[in-house]
């Protein structure tokens, strides 16, 4: 049985940073896409970062354009272990934050769609107050 757990989140100020993390079990995602989303109160769940796989060891990153330049994906298939740091938060960026992990590659256009990933967490609260 597939498990992603996700931890790291939590209150942080305006500006401060955070890293999530989402430790998977169950099976390895070596040569396949994982990435995070977001759900705010009242809104859909949005794409907010991915990595997928080039072949070999090429890994491309991708990201929504209102995180980039502030967070990072990281993906360590060593501890099959992802990473979202996260700087220079901002209040719209307080959401519950979702580790996902999909069973390929999705394409480049389907990598921002939650259609295209197979495994989900359980989701990790952040919030930024001003």
């Known amino acids: 049985q597939v498990q992603l757990i996700e931890s790291g989140g939590g209150l942080v100020q305006v500006g401060g940073s955070l890293r999530l993390s989402c430790a998977a079990s169950?099976?390895?995602?070596?040569?396949?896409?994982m990435g995070w989303f977001r759900q705010a109160p009242g809104k859909e769940r949005e794409f907010v970062a991915a990595?997928?796989?080039?072949?070999?060891?090429?890994?491309?990153?991708h990201y929504a354009d209102s995180v980039k330049g502030r967070f990072t994906i990281l993906k360590d298939n060593n501890k099959n272990t992802q990473y979202l740091q996260m700087n220079n938060l901002k209040p719209e960026d307080t959401a519950v934050y979702y580790c996902?992990?999909?069973?390929?590659?999705?394409?480049?256009?389907?990598?921002?769609?939650?259609?295209?990933?197979?495994?989900w967490g359980q989701g990790t609260q952040v919030t930024v107050s001003s």
């Open positions: 996902a992990a999909a069973q390929g590659n999705p394409s480049t256009s389907g990598v921002y769609s939650t259609r295209e990933y197979d495994y």
């Open positions: 169950g099976r390895t995602f070596d040569s396949s896409s």
């Open positions: 990595v997928t796989w080039g072949g070999s060891n090429i890994f491309y990153a």
